[in-house]
């Protein structure tokens, strides 16, 4: 990326397409990040972040440039050209009104073992309620970092405890199915990191060798945080939207972008603006 300023601790990015920071960290795929004031605030990584957009500009603040090249800018998905892909759906009618509607919509290329956990409290939960849990486990088993923000504790800390030391978290019968999660990664059964290189349908089995891990949080861990772009989360919203919509499949211009795709459907969708 060729517009990039870093000045005063900040980093600003000018003219940015297709991002809206509301569309991409409140769409369902995320639940560290609060917004004040047009201000988003989050944790990834272990590293505290502000950022707004201010008149064409997206601002990173108090982000050094080493952070934002190691973190943010994969983070993000700025090396992706989501325009092209936009254009690339946009022979089908139905993807078109989709893609237009969520046009700053980016895939967050998020940390392996969190987005799994968050996806396992996500199952019969709400936002509200999963936002709650997360923060409540990340504030009694993370590293505090400032402002009373803190990590996400790692899958080591996690896989010593019993699903009766989480009671307080109260995330119920989820309490088990984070406990096997965290032992299985901490002892390299199941190895998130070679789960990039695998093709989708191995890596998906790989996770589902986690209690309570099914094919929907297993390809939204593969969709938010392994780059598996062709996996392809089918909650209630989704199965609904493609058997009225698609019931011959997904169009072929689809294809490769099947992930990114399905966040258009599912933001559209839950908008109302689909007539299903």
């Given at each position: 990326m060729n517009n990039i300023t870093y000045k005063n601790g900040n980093v600003y990015i000018d003219d940015v397409k297709n991002f809206d920071l509301a569309?991409?960290?409140?769409?369902?795929?995320?639940?560290?990040?609060?917004?004040?004031?047009?201000?988003?605030?989050?944790?990834?990584?272990?590293?505290?972040?502000?950022?707004?957009?201010?008149?064409?500009?997206?601002?990173?603040?108090?982000?050094?440039?080493?952070?934002?090249?190691?973190?943010?800018?994969?983070?993000?998905?700025?090396?992706?050209?989501?325009?092209?892909?936009?254009?690339?759906?946009?022979?089908?009618?139905?993807?078109?009104?989709?893609?237009?509607?969520?046009?700053?919509?980016?895939?967050?290329n998020q940390e392996p073992f969190e987005t799994l956990c968050s996806f396992i409290i996500s199952q019969n939960n709400n936002i509200p309620r999963i936002k709650g849990i997360i923060d409540r486990l990340c504030k009694k088993y993370g590293q505090k970092i400032d402002d009373g923000l803190y990590s996400f504790p790692d899958a080591e800390t996690l896989s010593k405890l019993t699903a009766n030391d989480l009671s307080d978290i109260r995330m119920g019968f989820r309490a088990k199915y984070i406990i096997d999660a965290s032992q299985k990664v901490a002892s390299g059964e199941v190895n998130l990191s070679d789960l990039f290189s695998l093709d989708t349908d191995t890596a998906r089995t790989e996770l589902m060798k986690i209690k309570?891990?099914?094919?929907?949080?297993?390809?939204?861990?593969?969709?938010?945080?392994?780059?598996?772009?062709?996996?392809?989360?089918?909650?209630?919203?989704?199965?609904?939207?493609?058997?009225?919509?698609?019931?011959?499949?997904?169009?072929?211009?689809?294809?490769?972008?099947k992930g990114i795709v399905q966040q258009y459907i599912f933001y559209y969708s839950r908008s109302g603006n689909l007539n299903i």
């Open positions: 569309m991409t960290l409140d769409c369902g795929q995320a639940f560290r990040w609060k917004e004040d004031n047009g201000v988003w605030s989050g944790v990834a990584f272990g590293k505290r972040l502000k950022i707004s957009k201010e008149n064409e500009s997206i601002v990173f603040f108090d982000t050094s440039k080493e952070d934002f090249e190691n973190i943010w800018s994969d983070y993000f998905d700025f090396s992706r050209d989501y325009g092209k892909i936009i254009d690339d759906i946009k022979s089908d009618e139905i993807l078109k009104k989709a893609s237009d509607f969520g046009y700053g919509i980016r895939i967050l309570g891990v099914g094919p929907k949080v297993a390809d939204c861990t593969l969709l938010f945080s392994l780059k598996h772009f062709d996996a392809f989360p089918k909650d209630v919203w989704i199965k609904r939207a493609v058997e009225v919509l698609f019931p011959q499949g997904l169009p072929e211009c689809a294809n490769g972008y």
